[in-house]
């Protein structure tokens, strides 16, 4: 990638980053989409500057026949169309190549999710797995909160101590775009977070008499950010549905969010209260999960209704 696309893609990510407020993963993911397709072009000794409508076209064939996804192509296509309308807002360009360019739109599967049962048998095994009483402690802590408030995992592994302090029936969590939002914590979860905290903040205290500066997180961690990474905890959620008997393809830390979602509403809570708990800024994203109510309503009469039993 040349000097020249390198700033444009810089100053767009920084702008992106502030004026729309996208989250630290979304900006990660617009920069490796800008920076494939710059590599593309650099293969063809073609720049950013003077790319055509003709070669973004060219691009997303490329795409296609590497065999990306629909929704992998969507996304490159939406992070080229909105780097160069910066450029052209910015004067760096004339013209917006990718203007009237027709994507392959994102396909929207129904999201997998966990029946209550496999949830039960998680937050059951959670306690016991872990080679220490600290990893116990925490592992349950993890997999009650996430399951009580259907965080996202980057929303989960970077929550402060001092949102969970005093026991509070309500957690405040700051999750894309910074925007704020309250989430419920269950008994079961405050039970988890108040045993976690009574022996984080004892080892808290032990590492400050010999020097280390405490941590701001509730899951502290040694890497770069202070806290659990999400690759640490989806590999230790896979372990824990081992024990518990659950086949660990079928268990993330996104299906514990979607059956957390799943689950209330199959208990009847209002598809309005879930879109605030999940932090969704736009209703038709959360009303998939009615669909997969829809299925499991469905399975249910074809398997236990009377007359679906009987032959025609």
């Given amino acids: 990638m040349d000097v020249s696309a390198a700033r444009w893609i810089s100053r767009y990510l920084e702008a992106a980053g502030a004026e729309q407020g996208a989250a630290r993963n979304t900006i990660l993911a617009y920069g490796r989409d800008l920076k494939a397709f710059c590599d593309w072009l650099g293969a063809s000794a073609k720049t950013l500057e003077a790319a055509s409508r003709e070669d973004v076209e060219a691009y997303l064939v490329h795409c296609q026949t590497t065999g990306l ?3 992998t192509r969507a996304r490159r296509l939406s992070s080229i169309k909105q780097l160069y309308r910066f450029a052209h807002e910015e004067g760096l360009r004339a013209d917006n190549p990718a203007l009237r360019i027709a994507g392959p739109g994102a396909s929207r599967s129904l999201p997998q999710t966990l029946t209550e049962a496999e949830v039960e048998a998680l937050l059951t095994a959670a306690p016991g797995f872990g080679r220490t009483i600290s990893d116990r402690l925490r592992n349950a802590a993890l997999t009650e909160v996430l399951y009580a408030t259907g965080l996202r995992v980057s929303e989960l592994v970077g929550l402060p101590a001092s949102a969970v302090r005093g026991d509070p029936q309500m957690v405040l969590v700051k999750g894309k775009g910074d925007k704020e939002r309250l989430v419920p914590m269950s ?3 405050r039970a988890a977070v108040l045993a976690w905290l ?6 808290e205290d032990l590492g400050r008499k010999s020097g280390r ?3 701001k997180f509730l899951f502290p961690g040694p890497g770069a950010e202070g806290h659990l990474t999400r690759q640490n905890f989806y590999l230790t959620l ?4 081992v024990v518990a008997k659950i086949d660990p393809a079928k268990i993330t830390p996104h299906r514990l969010r979607h059956a957390f979602a799943t689950h209330l509403l199959a208990h009847g809570a209002d598809l309005r209260v879930i879109q605030t708990l999940l932090g969704h800024a736009d209703l038709s994203t959360t009303e998939i999960y009615t669909h997969v109510l829809d299925d499991h309503l469905k399975a249910l009469v074809l398997t236990h209704h009377p007359l679906a039993r ?3």
Avoid: F, L, W
């Avoid at 009574?198 to 080892?203: F, G």
């Avoid at 896979?238 to 549905?241: D, L, V």
């Fill in 238 to 241: 896979k372990a824990i549905a």
């Fill in 198 to 203: 009574a022996h984080r903040d004892a080892a």
């Fill in 310 to 312: 009987r032959k025609p």
């Fill in 69 to 71: 996804g629909q929704a």
């Fill in 213 to 215: 500066a405490p941590s």
């Fill in 187 to 189: 008994r079961p979860a």
